[in-house]
Nanobody, 115 residues
Framework: QVQLVESGGGLVQSGGSLRLSCAVS????????LGWYRQAPGKQRELVAT???????NYADSVKGRFTISTDSAKNTMYLQMNSLKPEDTGVYYC?????????WGQGTQVTVSS
């Protein structure tokens, strides 16, 4: 099965940028979609952005125009470029792969946006 490892989180001021990376290994042939989700303290995990294997992308309304999901097949890595960050973007960001009908998750990376 696929394994996912996130990196790139950290502390940034409001209006700043961060790029998250997700290294994807093992079982890649069964993946139908990759995505990023986040969970703020006391809230449910929510979708941030997804990319299907055909390249179709989907974004939460709250991040449209600010975040961009992309992949680099040669590096087996998925990225989330986050610009114009807001304090409400704070949370743990999780990499997700939908593999053979099952959701796989990374361990998460913390993003904190200060006002």
């Amino acid at each position: 099965q696929v394994q996912l490892v996130e990196s790139g989180g950290g502390l940034v001021q409001s209006g700043g940028s961060l790029r998250l990376s997700c290294a994807v290994s093992g079982g890649r042939f069964g993946i139908r979609a990759l995505g990023w989700y986040r969970q703020a303290p006391g809230k449910q995990r929510e979708l941030v952005a997804t990319m299907a294997t055909g390249g179709t992308t989907n974004y939460a309304d709250s991040v449209k125009g600010r975040f961009t999901i992309s992949t680099d097949s040669a590096k087996n890595t998925m990225y989330l470029q986050m610009n114009s960050l807001k304090p409400e973007d704070t949370g743990v960001y999780y990499c997700n792969a939908y593999e053979w009908g099952t959701n796989r998750w990374g361990q998460g990376t913390q993003v904190t946006v200060s006002s």
